[in-house]
């Protein structure tokens, strides 16, 4: 197995040097969030990251939850991990005092869990999933459900689940059918069947709590229906005893990867009545469970990011020791060198690294917006929000599409070790590839970048977008080895404001369909640009570090490196635009024109 | 399951309509193998396939081999397949009547090969490899190998192997070790280690039979002292019984995917000696492997586009019935709409396709040019020589890398289920990823397309396919609806030569390794340019079928969606090419520049 996982000092640069985290402490919600304690976190973190997750990432994947007797039976570490994470505070670092947390940042939370999903993907969920049912119920439900419910979600002895999808229901949650019946003692009865539920049970924890999505009965149809319950697998009897609420496990999901979390199937009251509790307002399920999606979907994001980081870190330390080959300038040598030699290997981990730490990047910049905006005033939040609500599906989306190919690079690294269970990248690899469809596949997501988030408020984020951007390149501009990267930043996202006028005119003159049958290749073009501008971010930093007296060698290097894969991510990653540029001006309607009919014989 | 894993109509399409491969009947090597008699063998292949091979796609996967004291066990199956496909004539198909078989032409063996893989990947590589030893013992051993070894080999009962890779010489294989030592009798006593053996041994055969690399002792260093063995499992003692030769298998690799057959590691002459025969001259065995590695590398590509071919027809089977969502422009509609309708789904779908059947004409192609070949007398093979030689690369990459991406679109295809194993895409995601790292990782590939291939006879192959290519843009001009896509095939085909002389200059002026620096990139764009030919040749071919006469209704649609196909790739992959000659013409030497120092901190 590869020793390391992650760069602290690549984390620490990003948060310090790039996006000067610190910064918010000058805020009184995250005044005690100095520099210092800030690094002190992430070293805690790694330390619990290094000790506890990672020595079972394989285990866990190898010995994936079984289910018997209706009880899902987890690697036994989980429960150990949990309730570490709770009395340490990990899960309710982000939450207020009152609650036991540190009100923490959102950057800081994105930046440990980022430590955990690196150590180990499917430790580090079932925290977080706790985590955010914990925050739903705390901003909208009623006092009675924050004080039962809580407090034991953030201590890590219970689970929390988000409950949305349904055989008939996934990406069009508008078709949810679960039936919520209102009961005598202000309850509902609730009957249904949901899927893919992560940790929708499992042994490590003494009881799950579903923040799930029903439709009470008689309710609008669509959307505008759906209600937000609380529903537990335990409930108290009259005398507080905890007994079966009838939510029953019909099956785990045996899956290519993610294997350490249980995906279960979970029926509502077959065999008896499950209650549930509203949640805020009827019909307002799903606007709440929206208002917590960001959040869900920048998690995603740095699952992917932290994925692809523990890959390109095993390939880094396969590809310094495997010796093969020679130099082409040196084929006579009698020693065969380190494969990172190699122009072609340097290559596939300038690409590794281009995504993973500008995935990263993305994801911690969006949390700073976030803590940001949250210490405004509520009237003048709406720029930050257009900010982070654009790029969402963009810090979802990058490091999860990118990040099939940045660990499929991992792999290929290795030649048929990569392919073989000795080595972690494969596992990597099959990780890897949920997160462009959990939370909203990446055509999701194209379509809310495109037909929603850029269109808002007649283009205003996007021009936001822009003026972030241009703070960057006037940067850049004050290093003569960026300022090249800093005129072709500036040149492609015009290019991109320009084939987004282009396609809203076309959505305009022939409708949705046109206007998003490209959605997710505009997704995919839009991503690269941002991460282009925060790859400048960083080299701007490293410049400036540069610049700075008394780096020491090794500083120098890495400052260096970073300017070379921002070098890397301009001269190869961005040119890909050009193709997609060309494709999305292009309007031959060729996926509108195509009928079954095309694709039968 | 998907019951469907290939469309014999396409198959037949490409073989008779835009190959005329009943042409190769006019040659006198090949004068039986005419339309009918063609269609026959593909027709039994797909039933074997059917009846045989797909029933335990998914049972070879989950019972993966074992080795249990020295033996490695594999699905009962396999024996029963081996035999059959023995006693049946396919291992023997391509080799002349005197050894049993019917002197089928390449192309023909691609097209069945291509409908066992597509139903069993693992399943349908045992006999291949079995077919490829004896046609190399057939093709350079003498006449007593020959007899002990080709008929069982052919007949299914023994099973053949390549064995080449050693742990520390993949990639390299001029480092090879092991250690080949003349003995009294003639035969070498054989002293080594090899990995990632094929099928290397298992209890489906009464005997294997390796073809092996080894250095007889004093050779000379590297690649021009490696030698061809033919090294068996058992060896008859003087009674003629079959007794040990000391081939131990000392692991099986335990892999992400192609988990039906044994990849073995294997000790030679650990606990006794271990005799191998040499085939041919010595130190020529490097040459003798290459003569066959063009048909292994093409089976590589063909086998990529087969499991490409398999997750599509599941994708489509699924969208075509799982329904979610509505239209965009009717989204008040009550019932949700087959996802096959949603533009997206539609995009996802065209490519896969695009990919599977546009690798699958280019694999069958370069056999047609290898029949071709064969049939001339061997002074005028030359130019045949050098287009399949040039091809290969390409033939064996493109459906590699880019069946990754068209695989992973199958899964996504599923949503959520494409995750699981219950739908079979997860498993062609996972069976598709070895083809781009055996047989020569693409690395190596784009070292040998543009350090050899491109460069060879000055150049002389790139202008032969250049010339193939206008004919198939001038045939395309005749018809107005693919005249715009033959100019733009015309014009990129230019910009590639001009691109491969730029290269050309710069390896003058700078070495191989800037040369060199991006073989990758350079190949995946040849790769391109390529299948976009291959597309427009079935465009033609479409074209023709839908301007003759009594196309039924049917028929009709199979044309026009071959026709949109071409069109998909064109409009979406051949964009691809801008960015990535924007990319090889930029001479910033990132990856030559980058030292070990800039990645590590």
């Known amino acids: 197995m590869a020793n390391r996982f992650v760069s602290m000092k690549n984390l620490r640069f990003i948060l310090h040097e790039v996006l000067n985290v610190e910064s918010l402490s000058e805020l009184p919600a995250f005044s005690g969030h100095t520099r210092k304690s800030i690094d002190m976190v992430l070293s805690a973190a790694h330390d619990f990251a290094k000790g506890e997750l990672h020595p079972i990432f394989e285990e866990m994947d190898r010995n994936p939850p079984a289910l018997r007797d209706g009880v899902v039976s987890v690697h036994p570490g989980v429960r150990n991990i949990l309730r570490?994470?709770?009395?340490?505070?990990?899960?309710?670092?982000?939450?207020?005092?009152a609650w036991g947390g540190e009100g923490m940042p959102e950057t800081l939370l994105h930046a440990f869990g980022f430590i955990?999903?690196?150590?180990?993907?499917?430790?580090?969920?079932?925290?977080?999933?706790?985590?955010?049912?914990?925050?739903?119920?705390?901003?909208?439900g009623s006092e009675a459900l924050k004080k039962a419910y809580v407090p034991p979600l953030l201590s890590g002895r219970w689970q929390g689940t988000m409950a949305l999808t349904e055989p008939e229901a996934g990406s069009s949650l508008g078709d949810i059918t679960t039936l919520a019946e209102p009961a005598d003692n202000g309850s509902y009865v609730i009957r249904g069947r949901k899927i893919f539920i992560s940790a929708g049970d499992h042994d490590g924890a003494d009881n799950v709590v579903h923040l799930m999505l029903a439709r009470i009965r008689d309710a609008p149809a669509g959307v505008k229906g759906i209600s937000l319950f609380v529903v537990p697998k335990l409930i108290p009897d009259a005398d507080g005893k905890p007994v079966s609420n009838h939510v029953t496990v019909t099956q785990i999901f045996h899956k290519l990867g993610y294997r350490g979390a249980p995906i279960t199937e979970l029926s509502l009251g077959e065999n008896g009545d499950c209650h549930g509790f509203l949640v805020g307002e009827a019909?307002?399920?799903?606007?709440?469970?929206?208002?917590?999606?960001?959040?869900?979907?920048?998690?995603?994001?740095?699952?992917?990011?932290?994925?692809?980081?523990?890959?390109?870190?095993?390939?880094?330390?396969?590809?310094?020791?495997?010796?093969?080959?020679?130099?082409?300038?040196?084929?006579?040598?009698?020693?065969?060198?380190p494969i990172i030699r190699h122009p072609d290997v340097k290559r596939m981990l300038l690409f590794q690294r281009a995504v993973a730490e500008g995935a990263l990047c993305l994801v911690l910049q969006c949390g700073l917006y976030e803590d940001q905006m949250a210490a405004l005033p509520a009237e003048e939040r709406e720029d930050l929000h257009l900010l982070t609500e654009l790029l969402t599906p963009v810090a979802k989306s990058y490091p999860s599409e990118m990040g099939i190919l940045a660990t499929s690079q991992s792999l290929q690294c290795f030649g048929g070790y990569g392919y073989c269970e000795d080595f972690p990248v494969e596992q990597h690899f099959r990780d890897m590839?949920?997160?462009?469809?959990?939370?909203?596949?990446?055509?999701?997501?194209?379509?809310?970048?495109?037909?929603?988030?850029?269109?808002?408020?007649?283009?205003?984020?996007?021009?936001?977008?822009?003026?972030?951007?241009?703070?960057?390149?006037?940067?850049?501009?004050?290093?003569?080895?960026?300022?090249?990267?800093?005129?072709?930043?500036?040149?492609?996202?015009?290019?991109?404001?320009?084939?987004?006028?282009?396609?809203?005119a076309l959505g305009m003159e022939k409708g949705p369909e046109a206007l998003l049958a490209d959605a997710t290749l505009y997704l995919e073009c839009f991503g690269i640009v941002t991460i282009a501008w925060q790859w400048l971010m960083q080299a701007v930093a490293a410049c400036r570090g540069l610049s700075a007296e008394k780096a020491g060698r090794e500083q120098i290097a890495f400052y260096e490196g970073k300017v070379l894969v921002c070098r890397y991510f301009f001269a190869y990653e961005l040119p890909k635009t050009e193709g997609l540029f060309r494709r999305l001006t292009d309007t031959e309607g060729i996926t509108l024109e195509?009928?079954?009919?095309?694709f039968t014989d």
């Open 84 to 97: 570490t994470l709770g009395d340490d505070g990990w899960i309710s670092a982000g939450f207020p005092e």
């Open 116 to 140: 955990f999903a690196a150590a180990n993907y499917s430790a580090s969920v079932y925290a977080g999933l706790s985590a955010g049912a914990a925050r739903l119920i705390l901003s909208f």
């Open 283 to 337: 019909n307002r399920g799903l606007g709440y469970m929206f208002q917590m999606m960001n959040g869900a979907r920048l998690e995603v994001g740095m699952g992917a990011a932290a994925i692809a980081t523990a890959a390109y870190h095993a390939a880094l330390e396969y590809t310094r020791s495997r010796c093969q080959g020679r130099r082409l300038t040196d084929k006579s040598s009698a020693k065969p060198i």
């Open 433 to 504: 590839r949920i997160h462009a469809i959990h939370e909203g596949t990446t055509g999701i997501q194209g379509m809310d970048l495109l037909g929603r988030k850029v269109m808002m408020k007649g283009g205003r984020a996007l021009m936001l977008l822009g003026a972030e951007i241009e703070k960057t390149t006037m940067a850049a501009r004050d290093f003569p080895e960026l300022s090249g990267m800093a005129n072709r930043l500036a040149e492609t996202v015009g290019r991109l404001a320009t084939v987004t006028q282009t396609l809203g």
């Open 594 to 598: 195509a009928e079954l009919k095309h």
